[in-house]
């Protein structure tokens, strides 16, 4: 459960990742430190092994499997990034993996799945539908369904690229965090919320995957709907766990539209030569749109991944000229 993880689990799970999961770059962007009043840095996990942060919280969750465990495989739902993280952590220690993806996953995402030796299900129309299917996956395959948003050791893996901001840049005030089942902020979040807790926890959203901002704001867990989304790892429903994540560790939330998404990729992509996919691309908008306000820089806005279809991309970059 989230609320036994400690700064003391994230550190452990930063000495079990080293040589695996790399310490990716946290870069100075002067632009957005002058729409935002102060220094902000950008952590680009689009630049992990993967694309993405997701092998943090998999590789640490599956290195920590019991034998036996490990023997009968794993399952996994995914929108794409946590599924290359399964795919790859298994790869290496071993394990069979079978990964469920919503049909409308991108395909550059379920094309990396199988390469790294998964095998992929893509028959649930939406999120929500693969993780029904990978449940009852696991149920009838005595496999370990590996959730892509709790579970101790997730948490922990997540958390080491807030660990990695606050040791390369102790003076951050602030961290902005994309915000979907709540894994990636709840790791973040509880490491700072113990080891700094000065430093405020801003998370964000599009206005089409704001279930964290509805659930929070009411207290209780809102049901969305799940259209069509550029962030699409943020997209679907959040449980009880999910809550208490937000809750827990979350100071603020800022949403932003679909058009102020995709200027912010087309952007980041032109001002720094960084390909960033929806997920990893709400951060900045949020910034861009001038819809995080009353932050104490230094500012560090975690970039989760770059596992964009080049089609996409490039429509967007036509889209969103300079």
């Known amino acids: ?24 770059p ?64 298994a790869r290496e220690l071993g394990i069979a993996c079978v990964v469920f993806v919503p049909s409308t996953a991108p395909l550059v995402k379920q094309r990396g799945i199988r390469e790294l030796g998964a095998t992929v299900d893509a028959s649930g129309a939406d999120y929500d539908a693969a993780h029904a299917l990978a449940i009852a996956q696991a149920q009838v395959s005595d496999a370990t369904y590996v959730s892509p948003t709790d579970g101790d050791a997730l948490y922990a893996g997540q958390g080491t690229v807030g660990l990695e901001i606050l040791e390369e840049r102790p003076d951050v005030n602030t961290i902005v ?15 700072a919320k113990d080891t700094r807790p000065h430093v405020r926890i801003i998370g964000a959203q599009t206005d089409l995957t704001n279930a964290m901002a509805l659930s929070v704001a009411a207290r209780r867990v809102v049901e969305v709907p799940v259209p069509p989304t550029l962030a699409d790892g943020l997209a679907g429903q959040i449980d009880a766990e999910g809550l208490a994540v937000g809750l ?74 300079a």
């Open 248 to 321: 827990s560790v979350m100071d603020d939330i800022v949403l932003v539209t679909e058009e102020e998404l995709g200027a912010a990729i087309a952007w980041v992509y032109r001002e720094h030569g960084v390909v960033v996919e929806g997920a990893g691309g709400v951060g900045i908008a949020a910034i861009r749109s001038g819809k995080l306000r009353g932050v104490v820089a230094p500012v560090a806005v975690v970039v989760s991944g770059g596992n964009i279809d080049g089609d996409v991309h490039s429509q967007l970059l036509a889209r969103f000229p």
């Open 26 to 89: 946290l870069v100075p962007s002067p632009a957005l430190a002058q729409i935002a009043g102060g220094e902000v840095l950008l952590k680009l996990e689009c630049a992990q092994r993967t694309g993405s942060f997701k092998l943090r919280g998999a590789y640490n969750t599956l290195a920590t499997l019991t034998d036996a465990q490990k023997a009968n495989g794993i399952v996994a739902a995914s929108a794409g990034n946590h599924g290359l993280g399964c795919a790859w952590a």
């Open 1 to 24: 459960m989230f609320k036994d993880v400690t700064a003391n689990d994230v550190v452990a799970a930063a000495r079990r990742l080293t040589g695996v999961a790399d310490r990716t």
């Open 177 to 191: 965090v994309c915000v979907g089942g709540g894994g990636l902020i709840g790791g973040i979040g509880r490491y």
